[in-house]
């Protein structure tokens, strides 16, 4: 569906020349839920504009629904041809980008209004469009009458409007409090699985990954640093900024600062990081090693994630006991499909 292949972007300002994207690679299959990830200034939004030109790239490759949008090497399309393309890739932002003097219906018309379709039509694709975001009764009100989950579903009916095959979303829940993200996560959900829509999703929080993506490229100072299944990146992570990124959606994460605090002693045992793949949660692996080596186990921290792949749990504790028998349980847990981090 989508191709990003040795993709380039630099920006000159009064401190020189920034690589914001830098010889990126992605595929993004048709009908999937893609994340992008990284903090502040990794160039996850320049990227996201280059998809669709509002940013022209340096150098590289992208290709949108088997159409080559941008080829430094060959053709690139411009003019009519590329707003053509551009019909198929909606997009959604942070700020919403209503138009404040229009209702509702008029927010959401508006991209319909100059492509020779009748009143009418414009009227029932309108109508369609909200009773797909659930806003039926907010058809005559105006954006500063909506919540700011409200205005975002206003967005994204907006965007959906002339029937794109892509969805592009930078940032699209920073702004909203936990109830509205969860719904508009919710919807963006939804909307892929009743219309088949590609979603990429912009943003710098992993609770949305975890949520609501079926795979994650990370970007750190321009570069894709790791790229996978979400399940996979969130059972092992290789990058410190991937761990980062991980660490700060679990309550697992709290461990490092735990360790700094010295809130944790672990002096009569070993301190581990246990993680359940979906083979082995719900499995009474616990309970089975206590009666099985005679090992005390202590749990200080655990958390449970359900993904969209399955269900993967993590878990901090201290194992005590006979030096061999604890040698012994962590090599039986990780013979049970669970990682084994021994930290202290």
Do not use: W
Request: glycine letters at 8%; hydrophobic letters at 40%.
């Amino acid at each position: 569906m989508i191709q990003i292949k040795n993709l380039n972007k630099t920006f000159n300002n009064k401190n020189g020349v920034v690589d914001a994207v830098k010889n990126v690679n992605i595929d993004i299959k048709d009908g999937e839920i893609y994340g992008i990830i990284g903090y502040s200034g990794a160039g996850k939004s320049t990227l996201i504009r280059l998809l669709n030109l509002l940013e022209k790239p340096d150098s590289g490759y992208i290709s949108i629904n088997g159409q080559v949008i941008y080829d430094s090497e060959g053709k690139t399309l411009k003019g009519r041809e590329l707003n053509n393309a551009r019909k198929g890739i909606g997009m959604i932002f942070q700020s919403f980008n209503l138009l404040d003097r229009s209702t509702v219906f008029d927010n959401i018309a508006y991209p319909l209004k100059y492509t020779g379709k009748s009143k009418e039509e414009i009227s029932n694709r309108v109508k369609e469009l909200l009773e797909l975001i659930g806003l039926e009764d907010k058809i005559n009100f105006y954006p500063s009458q909506l919540s700011g989950g409200q205005k975002q579903r206003v967005a994204i009916a907006r965007a959906l409007a002339s029937n794109p095959k892509v969805l592009l979303s930078d940032e699209a829940t920073s702004a909203l409090d936990p109830d509205a993200t969860e719904s508009i996560l919710s919807l963006l959900k939804e909307l892929n699985e009743k219309l088949g829509i590609t979603i990429v999703i912009i943003t710098h929080e992993m609770s949305v990954i975890k949520q609501i993506c079926d795979r994650v490229s990370v970007m750190e100072d321009g570069e894709v640093v790791e790229e996978g299944d979400v399940y996979e990146i969130f059972a092992n992570p290789q990058k410190p900024i991937t761990k980062k990124f991980i660490n700060s959606a679990s309550p697992v994460g709290k461990l490092e600062q735990l360790l700094k605090e010295n809130a944790i002693s672990s002096d009569s045992g070993k301190l581990v990081k246990l993680t359940f793949g979906k083979d082995a949660v719900g499995d009474a692996i616990i309970s089975e090693i206590s009666r099985k080596f005679g090992v005390n186990l202590n749990i200080v921290l655990a958390n449970v994630d359900n993904l969209r792949e399955g269900t993967l749990g993590s878990m901090v504790a201290i194992v005590s006991g006979d030096d061999n028998k604890v040698k012994e349980t962590l090599d039986f847990l990780a013979n049970s499909n669970v990682r084994v981090e021994v930290i202290k």
